[in-house]
């Protein structure tokens, strides 16, 4: 095949190709028309998106469950001037939705109040305590952006406070919904079909649409004051214009709401990174709050590394490019922390299929396509005991996936990987109950897959059948009775968790008693009766396990202060006057905020001779 713009080689050694073969037909936009046949657009299609139009792009907000009953909350509060809060994640996605909505509000006249909670001491996700402080400083309705899904508690302690939630968010939901005024998200397992297509969108694409779907709801009441702010205005009139508003979404192929080219209404510099920037700038957050380096190589991988001015790695990816990265890191002298395969096994004993089957299914099915199963905590290897109502479970799984539409994977090599996998597993043995192929069209997706093997065969291969299936995918293994399932869970490679499911009676506890040491030895993290796909960040959390789920099962990625120490240095001051200290090290805590640890406690206060 041809090579692009006469390049055969990218400067990594990398070759260019053409994804299809050149089209002689084809203009003086050629180079964009090629990259926009490469991703999937039809030919007809191509003027669409040469000059695009968000209108042409843009999914009707209304086809998400709950997205008018939000909007309808948003414009009541707007119109009598009640004070709304945004409880934001504080990763990119929850801090872009934040600003977003943060910059529309101000637009419409109101002054929400933003709570980004500290992800060191406060964890992912709304808690009932900010939630109920919101509504202390005023608030009467909060928009809880990039979480929530499963905020069961916090949500139900905000109804008891009398505020009113409405969640935004992308993450998979439960068969069970929290209490919430609006849930708004594409993976909720109840959403119309045409709500679930769009199901790679980013949280900041579902608060845009949450924004269109404000404005409409506004204009529909007739409602036209305006305020200007920033870059632009808004209109209540038709069509509906965000100026100075871009759609955000995660990187997908081209269709629908997801990708156009060409030609922009606004100044140059107005463009992404522009906005990105502004809308930190105004919200107050920092401006390294977006930063991202993507794509190196595996020898710039190692080159970084071991160079003399890094001082530790973390990493989670493939194993064969961590240890790539390992050898390099060893050779120099550096630390590196490494995350790498997990099939995280989830052991349902006898009992627990008889008396909840149905309702596990549901959950094992919303674990293993949260994520389209990239978290790295998916359960993809089920231990299951043979008999009549594991069948019944085994149908009920596969119904589930087979009703569920697949969504995307993170990239075009994620999805070769995984399919490769899949022939792996089935040549070691496993059989196919549903899925186990490539879906053709626009998006790198993969059937929402099940496989199954028995207790013996998986014994003649445990190797192979370990394989990591990084994506949609899971395999049963059905064993015959308890001896089988000791030798099976012998067999298991490290993980980053384990889970057992039990009668809540006590009718699995002396099988319990038996499955549970085996384990126990081979993840870093035991759970009950609880997917194990949610990762608390707590004190007591470990994010870790034998190899290969991490490089060193004496660390974790998760929990403070247990992951920081893998990036401290050990430094002692002994005798040193005061003023030679480091700020931080001193009597008095520089501006009150920074937690320092003194004599077994975590505070912010002073250093005091009482307290030394």
Not at 101 to 118: C, M, N, Q, S, T
Not at 171 to 182: E, G, N
Not at 236 to 252: K, R, T, Y
């Amino acid at each position: 095949m041809e090579a692009v713009l006469n390049i055969d080689r990218s400067v990594t050694g990398q070759p260019w190709r053409w994804r299809r073969p050149a089209d002689p037909g084809l203009g003086m936009d050629a180079l964009v028309d090629e990259l926009l046949l490469g991703r999937g657009v039809a030919r007809e299609d191509l003027p669409r998106h040469r000059d695009p139009r968000i209108r042409d792009f843009l999914p009707d907000p209304s086809c998400f469950q709950d997205m008018d009953k939000g909007a309808r909350r948003l414009a009541d509060a707007v119109q009598a001037g009640e004070k709304i809060a945004i409880f934001g994640d504080y990763d990119v996605d929850g801090a872009t939705s934040s600003a977003l909505l943060v910059l529309l509000l101000r637009r419409l006249g109101a002054e929400p109040l933003v709570y980004i909670p500290d992800r060191l001491m406060e964890g992912y996700g709304p808690s009932g305590k900010a939630l109920v402080e919101l509504k202390a400083r005023g608030a009467s309705v909060a928009v809880c952006v990039d979480c929530g899904a499963q905020a069961f508690e916090a949500l139900e302690e905000a109804r008891g406070a009398g505020l009113d939630v409405i969640v935004v968010d992308h993450h998979q939901c439960a068969s069970l919904l929290p209490v919430a005024f609006a849930l708004i998200n594409p993976n909720r397992l109840d959403e119309s079909e045409d709500g679930a297509a769009h199901g790679h969108l980013a949280a900041v694409g579902m608060a845009f649409l949450l924004g269109v779907a404000l404005l409409r709801e506004l204009r529909d009441r007739g409602t036209n004051a305006l305020v200007s702010s920033g870059t632009g205005t808004w209109t209540g009139g038709s069509p509906i214009a965000l100026n100075g508003f871009e759609l955000s979404l995660n990187g997908v192929p081209a269709s629908g709401d997801t990708f156009a080219v060409g030609k922009t209404q606004q100044p140059a510099a107005n463009n992404g990174n522009a906005l990105a920037f502004a809308a930190l700038r105004e919200t107050g957050l920092h401006r390294s709050t977006v930063q991202l380096l993507y794509r190196t190589s595996h020898d710039d991988g190692a080159r970084a590394v071991a160079d003399p001015r890094t001082g530790a790695t973390g990493y989670t990816g493939s194993r064969g490019a961590g240890l790539t990265l390992k050898r390099a890191a060893d050779a120099a002298g550096k630390p590196i922390y490494l995350e790498l395969s997990s099939v995280n096994p989830v052991v349902i004993l006898p009992g627990a299929i008889a008396e909840r089957g149905d309702d596990l299914a549901g959950e094992l099915v919303g674990s293993c396509l949260m994520g389209t199963g990239q978290f790295c905590t998916s359960p993809s290897f089920v231990v299951l005991f043979e008999n009549e109502e594991t069948e019944r479970f085994v149908d009920s799984v596969r119904e589930r996936l087979e009703a569920s539409p697949p969504t995307p994977l993170l990239s075009r090599a994620v999805a070769r990987s995984l399919g490769a996998s899949v022939t792996e597993l089935r040549r070691a043995g496993a059989e196919l109950v549903t899925g186990g192929t490539a879906i053709e069209g626009p998006g790198f997706r993969h059937a929402n897959t099940l496989l199954r093997v028995s207790g013996a065969k998986f014994l003649a291969e445990p190797h192979a059948l370990q394989t990591e299936a990084f994506g949609n995918v899971s395999l049963a293994v059905v064993v015959r009775d308890e001896q089988e399932a000791l030798a099976v869970l012998g067999h298991l490679e490290g993980n980053l968790t384990g889970c057992i499911y039990s009668d809540t009676r006590g009718a699995d506890d002396a099988m319990y008693a038996l499955v549970e040491p085996p384990l126990r030895q081979r993840v870093g993290r035991l759970l009950n009766d609880k997917m194990p796909t949610g990762v608390a960040v707590s004190p007591a959390m470990n994010h870790g396990g034998p190899y290969p789920s991490t490089g060193h099962p004496g660390f974790t990625a998760v929990g403070i202060p247990a992951s920081l120490r893998r990036f401290g240095a050990l430094y002692s001051y002994d005798n040193v006057r005061a003023s030679r200290l480091p700020d931080l090290l001193r009597d008095v805590n520089p501006g009150g905020r920074a937690w320092r640890y003194v004599d077994g406690q975590w505070t912010r206060g002073d250093v005091t001779t009482s307290t030394r």
